[in-house]
């Protein structure tokens, strides 16, 4: 079905080669399609141009694509491999912390940081230490403190507490009580000038938290 529809969508939006058989008939090439992955959030269709296709004819008539599948989609490719995928639905309004899910997205990255998912419902992950900067925004009760309190539970439990010590201020006084007792964290400072002159670098192993 999924196939028919593709298919269809580059017929409509004569993204294909035609070749001439006679006077009469006419050959159509389309893009071939190479593989469609049926996911539980998304579909993903990967499929090649034909040689001679001009590949800015995807991005121009994408509005084909919208029109067979929805305007949940994203088109991925250069100049001759693609990838359309097309989300089956909004994400959900609430996500369950579950490290034991998200660990294998980890792998190899030095300091994640874990940001939430796409609108493929894929977790977003990306590495504080060749992007160092996390800024948190949103309006009251939005979730800001829930996903600060993610993103250390993650650090805990991906290093050891040789390799993170954290450092936390919390002027609030209701942040981070939770992480008293964790031995990554050195400190919970809720006032200004205990939090004054606490980090220090003791080697260059140490990664500090501020």
């Given amino acids: 079905m999924t196939r028919k529809k593709l298919i269809k969508a580059f017929r409509s939006g004569d993204m294909h080669l035609t070749y001439k058989m006679n006077d009469v008939n006419e050959r159509l090439i389309f893009p071939k399609i190479r593989n469609v992955n049926n996911g539980d959030f998304s579909t993903t269709i990967s499929f090649t141009l034909p040689y001679g296709l001009d590949p800015k004819l995807l991005k121009k008539n994408y509005y084909v694509f919208e029109q067979y599948f929805g305007q949940n989609g994203e088109l991925h490719g250069d100049v001759k491999r693609f990838t359309l995928t097309v989300n089956k639905g909004a994400l959900p309004k609430e996500l369950t912390y579950n490290y034991a899910k998200i660990e294998l997205k980890l792998e190899g990255i030095g ?100």
């Avoid at 419902?121 to 403190?145: Q, R, T």
């Avoid at 805990?156 to 942040?175: A, R, V």
Wanted: proline letters at 3%; aromatic letters at 8%; one cysteine or more.
């Fill in 111 to 210: 300091m994640p940081i874990v940001c939430g998912k796409d609108n493929a419902c894929n977790w977003m992950v990306y590495d504080a230490i060749s992007e160092p900067n996390c800024l948190i925004s949103g309006e009251p009760g939005a979730g800001k403190s829930t996903q600060l309190r993610s993103i250390l539970t993650t650090l805990i439990q991906y290093n050891t507490s040789n390799e993170l010590h954290i450092y936390l201020g919390d002027l609030k006084m209701s942040e981070f009580f939770l992480c008293k007792g964790v031995e990554h964290v050195k400190s919970v400072c809720v006032y200004l000038e205990d939090l004054t002159g606490q980090v220090s670098i003791t080697s260059k192993s140490d990664t500090i938290i501020k």
